[in-house]
């Protein structure tokens, strides 16, 4: 078996994803695919727009093996942390080959490079940095200028200081470093490899061709018909989504989530800064924009400043909401393995997996909650816990209209899917 590793959200999974999913197995010469895949919230601090396991469905129906749910601690934060709970939880497997992101460098070579100089931290690297820092430089620019000397004063890479700026401000390629970053802490034999991204970039709300955006797509799914933006997603997608709105289920945004936000700041008021990314004071700003917002958006402008991007707010608010507190990411943010493995969807290729991985690794494998062991395990219990919180908090406004069909928490009464 060569399984192949992605780390994933398909929200929904589009035609980019397929690319990338068909083209990371033709350049990894893979047998087999399992997909860490964000549960209900994402990585930049917004909620799914389907629920994990229609999402999971979606990914096997397009050619995934096995999806396997990456725990909530890891999944809402910021790249360095998204990025070692998704390749610690390839890692514990002990039996993955391979792992492809795509980036929008699309080489390996000077991704690893960076890494490795991060990771390591030369002498005359961390100098140099420290100098641009004296010079009043932020972190981020003073980062890359010492890069920049140190890689260019050694020849290790022939590139322009503005070509390097460009990869470093990259989200895909910040994601990509940070992935290798793990690898090489973990010193896991997984070998990394990288695909250009095509076409729209990451934010681009634009739907102008057959591959977009995910952010255009739910964009465009507000304001429009499925129908009119059919053309960007795969059929099953595009099924799973019909068949799901015509059920009467609700696709879900961020702004869904305002009331219950504004009333456990309220609530929380004094405990807001025991969450994780609630510093410096920020809480009091939090606190006393509620009262002069009526949206999440609203919100995020009030707050907003040079110190705050939206996206560190939007991953604050988000941590606020799920009550994920400082100290549970400190325990959890720098594990060797991970626990458990949630199981999400399947085919019969899938279940060739879970045979290879209960065979080289001792992870509990979780199909159904009513039989996991590792009740004893704070470690264990803090990572599910979140789990379960967020999936209860996603089903109040997934299921707002269906509750008819809900007969309790959706971890405990949701099997993973089996695509035959």
């Known amino acids: 078996m060569n399984l192949l590793g992605l780390i994933v959200e398909y929200n929904p999974f589009h035609n980019g994803h397929l690319y990338h999913l068909n083209e990371s197995k033709k350049i990894t010469n893979a047998t087999h695919t399992i997909a860490v895949m964000s549960g209900n919230f994402m990585q930049r601090g917004t909620p799914a727009l389907l629920d994990k396991f229609t999402r999971a469905e979606m990914a096997v129906k397009n050619g995934v093996d096995l999806v396997v749910e990456l725990p909530t601690l890891y999944a809402c934060q910021?790249?360095?942390?998204?990025?070692?709970?998704?390749?610690?939880?390839?890692?514990?497997?002990?039996?993955?080959?391979?792992?492809?992101?795509?980036s929008e460098i699309g080489n390996i070579d000077i991704l690893y490079l960076i890494a490795e100089i991060l990771i390591e931290e030369p002498v005359i690297f961390k100098n140099k940095l420290k100098n641009y820092l004296g010079d009043g430089l932020p972190f981020p620019k003073a980062r890359a200028a010492?890069?920049?000397?140190?890689?260019?004063?050694?020849?290790?890479?022939d590139t322009s200081k503005e070509a390097l700026l460009e990869?470093?401000?990259?989200?895909?390629?910040?994601?990509?470093?940070?992935?290798?970053?793990?690898?090489?802490?973990?010193?896991?034999?997984?070998?990394?490899?990288?695909?250009?991204?095509?076409?729209?970039?990451?934010?681009?709300?634009?739907?102008?061709?057959?591959?977009?955006?995910?952010?255009?797509?739910?964009?465009?799914?507000?304001?429009?018909?499925?129908?009119?933006?059919?053309?960007?997603m795969p059929k099953p997608t595009y099924e799973i989504i019909n068949n799901i709105v015509n059920s009467g289920f609700n696709l879900v945004y961020n702004d869904d989530f305002y009331q219950i936000l504004s009333a456990i700041i309220l609530r929380d008021k004094a405990n807001l800064a025991n969450y994780f990314e609630v510093n410096e004071g920020i809480e009091n700003k939090i606190y006393n924009s509620i009262f002069k917002c009526k949206n999440i958006e609203e919100l995020q402008n009030e707050i907003k400043s040079k110190r705050y991007t939206m996206t560190k707010i939007s991953r604050t608010l988000n941590n606020i909401m799920l009550g994920i507190k400082r100290d549970d990411i400190?325990?959890?943010?720098?594990?060797?393995?991970?626990?458990?493995?949630?199981?999400?969807?399947?085919?019969?290729?899938g279940c060739e997996i879970l045979k290879e991985i209960k065979k080289n690794s001792e992870i509990e494998v979780i199909t159904k909650f009513s039989k996991i062991k590792h009740i004893d395990s704070d470690i264990f219990n803090t990572l599910i816990s979140?789990?379960?919180?967020?999936?209860?908090?996603?089903?109040?406004?997934?299921?707002r209209d269906n509750l008819s069909s809900v007969k309790g928490p959706m971890d405990y009464i949701t099997s993973p899917k089996y695509i035959k």
């Open 167 to 232: 990869i470093l401000n990259s989200p895909n390629n910040i994601l990509g470093i940070e992935y290798i970053k793990s690898i090489l802490k973990l010193d896991s034999k997984i070998k990394p490899y990288t695909i250009n991204r095509v076409n729209s970039g990451y934010n681009s709300l634009n739907v102008n061709d057959s591959i977009c955006s995910a952010s255009a797509i739910r964009n465009a799914l507000k304001t429009s018909s499925l129908d009119t933006i059919n053309y960007t």
């Open 386 to 399: 979140y789990d379960i919180k967020a999936t209860n908090m996603y089903s109040l406004i997934y299921n």
């Open 330 to 349: 400190i325990k959890t943010k720098d594990l060797k393995e991970l626990p458990y493995l949630r199981v999400l969807a399947f085919n019969d290729r």
């Open 78 to 102: 910021s790249a360095e942390i998204f990025s070692h709970g998704g390749i610690t939880l390839l890692n514990s497997l002990n039996c993955v080959n391979s792992v492809c992101f795509g």
């Open 146 to 157: 010492a890069l920049f000397d140190y890689i260019s004063e050694n020849k290790l890479y």
